[in-house]
């Protein structure tokens, strides 16, 4: 059963740094392109990150290039998502899921990824 689990969640000030990370079990992600998204109170999901250790190279929604980067650790099978320079604006519950074989590697929409995870707050606020 693939299974993907977020942590690293919390309270930061604004301009902090976090580190989430979303680990896999049940299948090896080798074979897969991982996604980050994010949920903020009364708004859509949005697609914020996404890579793969085998293919094309990882890709950034416009709101998070050059603050955020996204890792692969394969001997422990988990991604990471590093956020620096964090504004209230980032607060959200952030979730990380697969994308979808047929789907494109640009695609960070969450109705192209699978098998999501329960989620992390992430909480920016002075």
């Known amino acids: 059963q693939l299974q993907l689990v977020e942590s690293g969640g919390g309270l930061v000030q604004p301009g902090g740094s976090l580190t989430l990370s979303c680990a896999a079990s049940?299948?090896?992600?080798?074979?897969?392109?991982i996604g980050w998204f994010r949920q903020a109170p009364g708004k859509e999901r949005e697609g914020v990150s996404s890579i793969s250790s085998r293919a094309s190279g990882p890709n950034y929604a416009g709101s998070v290039r050059g603050r955020f980067t996204i890792s692969i650790d394969n001997a422990k099978n988990t991604v990471y998502l590093q956020m620096n320079s964090l504004k209230p604006e980032d607060t959200a519950i952030y979730y990380c899921a697969i994308l979808r074989r047929d789907r494109s590697w640009l695609s960070l929409k969450d109705a192209d990824y699978t098998d999501w995870g329960q989620g992390t707050q992430v909480t920016v606020s002075p």
């Open positions: 049940g299948f090896t992600l080798d074979y897969y392109r």
